[in-house]
């Protein structure tokens, strides 16, 4: 079977298919083969992505670091050693994401009374619970603490900058049996902090890209387009849209790894 006739199946390769292609790549370093091979495995990528969601960084951030990382797999697997590829990705993939937590990590530093604080808000959380079998409000908190329900969110909110935290984390309203979520206490803005440093490294990244890079890492990586539909777009080629994808993801790594040594 031709690569051709890879594209146009409209459906997933066998396990068997998956291999004859990972040969074929390893042979010819085919963009092309290279291409079908991401598509195919973009689940991958996927469902480690969604592990790590709710942990303080935006499921697109995590997403687009985890293909990054399924790409960079691809690149370095070894059929002959006879381990299956989703066994050699995950970890390659998992080692990305941990990188890109890492690369995140708040400098901040948060006075003591926060810290001491919090831990004593953890240690109500619990005993609350246990005591009144139901999740205690800011409000109770506050009495058991002999503080106010400002100082108790103030500190919820300050505590994730110290120890990033889910957002998902729920509270019970005080009435109508309804539990509320960390976001609704504490404001709406706040979603956005997160998104500052990759914000900061993709706007200092994309100024050394030309139009066409910029079009084509936008389309692939943030609105999720083939390589085939970006070449349609851009009334070029899909081998040279694979070419200027690697050129681009290879500038990006080199960023990454550079900011990691600062």
């Known amino acids: 079977m031709n690569k051709e006739q890879y594209y146009n ?24 083969v290279r291409e079908i091979l991401i598509e195919e495995h973009l ?17 697109e951030d995590i997403y687009q670091v985890a293909s990054m990382g399924l790409i960079f797999a691809i690149d370095r697997y070894d059929l002959s050693k006879g381990y299956e590829f989703s066994s050699f990705a995950t970890p390659t993939i998992i080692g990305e994401i941990k990188k890109h937590f890492r690369d995140k990590g708040w400098t901040i530093r948060v006075p003591r009374r926060i810290q001491e604080l919090s831990k004593k808000i953890n240690n109500a959380k619990s ?22 329900p400002e100082e108790i969110l103030e500190t919820i909110e300050a505590s994730k900058v110290y120890t990033p935290q889910s957002l998902d984390i729920s509270y019970d309203s005080g009435g109508d049996d309804k539990e509320i979520n960390l976001t609704d206490l504490i404001g709406e803005d706040e979603k956005y902090f997160d998104k500052i440093e990759v914000n900061d490294f993709l706007e200092k990244s994309m100024k050394g890209l030309n139009e066409v890079e910029r079009t084509i890492l936008i389309d692939r990586y943030f609105n999720k387009k083939t390589q085939i539909a970006i070449a349609k777009k851009l009334d070029i080629s899909q081998m040279t849209v694979s070419r200027i994808e690697k050129k681009v993801l290879e500038k990006m790594r080199k960023e990454i790894e550079k900011s990691m040594e600062v």
């Not at 997933?12 to 085919?30: A, N």
């Not at 689940?43 to 499921?59: M, P, Q, T, W």
């Open 9 to 32: 199946l409209g459906r997933k390769l066998t396990k068997e298919e998956r291999k004859e292609l990972f040969k074929v790549y390893e042979e010819e370093k085919d963009e092309e």
């Open 43 to 59: 689940y991958i990528a996927e469902i480690l992505s969604k592990k790590y969601a709710g942990r303080g960084i935006d499921y």
């Open 127 to 148: 005993y609350l619970a246990q005591r009144d079998q139901k999740t205690p409000t800011a409000e109770d908190l506050a009495e058991y603490l002999n503080t106010t």
